[in-house]
């Protein structure tokens, strides 16, 4: 917490503030400063007899950087209601303390040239395939011992001292430029919760980011404006070694991501505007008008600016060894598609595509992507698709409004595409929507599905009452079967919801669609 201290302290400094660092008893020579302290960290290494008095608590700044549901937030929300204002790093803790009545200031972290020791070094030395920096707990100590095969497997090293305030280093506790070092050297963080927290680990998900150390995590909330996929991976909590494992057999993708995280790092995330806010808190307390052109001036350039990595050059081939097909796509959507993908589009209708018996032979697996309103995910799936190590061939068609204003069912465009699958697997594509991902966690889709159960099924509802619940009524028909099925959630697609919603029949649900999701049930 003193070194995250200092961190904010550079940043306040930035704007012509001047700030010291005291440790113990609160300086008490001045009438027009303002402290600001971790209360969870302050408040309990600090003895009682040198707690500061009423006065200097009221100008006093809470720097919350817990998550609700440990215990460590609680101590801080208990000090932060007796002090004269709060800040906090994280959008829930924010929300929480606003909750209980406290009104605190959200800080956002990001990139400093305190935690940076990599420098866009490409050609530094990574000995640590994976390297994981946590508090013992319950639940994560679990979750570590049961991907303990995987990690057997890799060059790891697991740091885990006991959860109590550290004021000093150890063996298992890395401080200051060592813990920056030691990130530089390891290719894959592995982040884990602690207690009931679903927030992002920001903290130490920056200082890893800043050293080029690519970041697994379980799912988490409060990720904005990171980007699953792009600059740090989530995975199931019980998956996070195999994901990371997976990761590292691609290190093209382990460099992209690793290139893109840091440059966001260096480029999105600046703390000058939350280190505003700061000031303008403490000026509050101090019982000045904060006067904003005093507080923002032109900010310096850092001595050594942080290095922009160049992007890695995209990969070769945009789509997967085998052409996609498109029905109904409209022609600037396609005109996209061909401008980020290296291959064209050879066909806007399925029944003309040319289909060659080599690549029949080729693909192990024939993708069918049924898309909506929502163009752009078509091109974000595709891309997707396009990384993907096993030979696909691609088969798209859009589930159009029409003439008659009636939306045209999922099922019907996957069955037009299903009469052209020749693979013995169909993975089944639904392209996110991100609007609707950013309101609840919806897909049912990806599934993958051998070709002669879908053929054994009669393929997919068309009844115009499952409109959006497709999906639904296939894995009704395929359950009531006796067909076998396993949820694989790495290969669902990205959003700030993180676990899949559980689909059933409530009082607000059509009637004709909840008779058709019967009649399915017992097809």
């Not at 801080?76 to 204002?85: F, T, V």
């Not at 740090?232 to 290139?259: D, G, K, S």
């Amino acid at each position: 917490m003193e070194e995250l201290l200092e961190v904010v302290a550079d940043e306040v400094g930035s704007l012509g503030v001047e700030t010291r660092a005291c440790r113990g008893a609160f300086p008490d020579e001045h009438d027009d400063e303002v402290f600001v302290v971790v209360p969870h960290e302050y408040f309990v290494l600090t003895s009682e007899e040198m707690y500061p008095r009423s006065e200097l608590l009221d100008r006093t700044i809470a720097f919350c950087v817990e998550h609700p549901g440990n215990a460590t937030f609680e101590t801080s929300a208990r000090w932060a209601a007796e002090l004269g204002g709060a800040v906090d790093i994280n959008r829930d803790g924010a929300e929480e303390l606003a909750r209980r009545g406290i009104a605190a200031v959200r800080f956002r972290l990001g990139y400093s040239r305190r935690w940076d020791r990599w420098y866009g070094n490409s050609r530094r030395p990574r000995p640590y395939d994976v390297t994981y920096l946590g508090t013992t707990d319950v639940r994560r100590d679990f979750l570590l011992g049961s991907q303990a095969r995987a990690l057997s497997k890799l060059r790891a090293k697991l740091l885990i001292p006991p959860h109590e305030q550290m004021t000093d280093p150890r063996p298992d506790f890395l401080m200051g430029v060592v813990k920056h070092e030691h990130l530089a050297s390891s290719k894959v963080l592995l982040n884990l919760h602690r207690g009931a927290s679903t927030s992002l680990e920001w903290v130490r998900v920056l200082e890893a980011m800043c050293n080029g150390c690519v970041v697994v995590s379980e799912q988490s909330t409060d990720f904005d404006p990171l980007v699953p996929g792009v600059h740090l991976a989530f995975a199931r909590p019980a998956a996070v070694v195999p994901v990371a494992a997976a990761l590292l057999r691609a290190p093209e993708r382990l460099r992209e991501m690793q290139v893109r995280a840091y440059n966001c790092c260096a480029t999105e995330l600046s703390m000058a505007p939350s280190a505003v806010r700061l000031v303008e808190l403490a000026e509050s307390l101090l019982g000045h008008r904060p006067s904003p052109p005093a507080l923002t001036p032109p900010r310096a350039a850092p001595a050594e600016p942080a290095p922009i990595v160049p992007e890695p050059p995209p990969p070769r081939s945009g789509l997967p060894e085998h052409v996609a097909w498109v029905a109904g796509v409209p022609a600037p959507v396609r005109a996209e598609l061909a401008r980020t993908h290296a291959r064209a589009l050879v066909s806007c209708e399925v029944e003309v595509a040319d289909r060659s018996s080599s690549d029949a032979e080729a693909a192990p697996v024939d993708a069918i992507v049924s898309c909506g309103r929502d163009d752009a995910g078509l091109v974000s799936t595709l891309g997707g698709l396009a990384r993907q190590e096993v030979a696909t061939r691609v088969l798209v068609g859009k589930a159009s409004v029409g003439g008659d204003g009636l939306g045209v069912a999922h099922g019907r465009v996957r069955n037009r595409l299903l009469a052209d699958v020749v693979a013995p697997a169909v993975l089944v594509i639904q392209p996110a929507e991100p609007e609707r991902l950013a309101r609840r966690a919806y897909l049912f889709a990806p599934m993958l599905v051998r070709t002669e159960v879908l053929t054994e099924l009669g393929g997919f509802d068309e009844d115009p009452s499952l409109i959006s619940y497709e999906d639904q009524a296939f894995w009704l028909r395929l359950t009531s079967a006796g067909h076998r099925a396993a949820l694989v959630p790495e290969i669902v697609g990205i959003g700030p919801h993180t676990e899949p919603t559980v689909f059933a029949p409530s009082t607000w649900m059509p009637e004709d669609t909840a008779e058709a999701l019967g009649r399915a049930t017992h097809a």
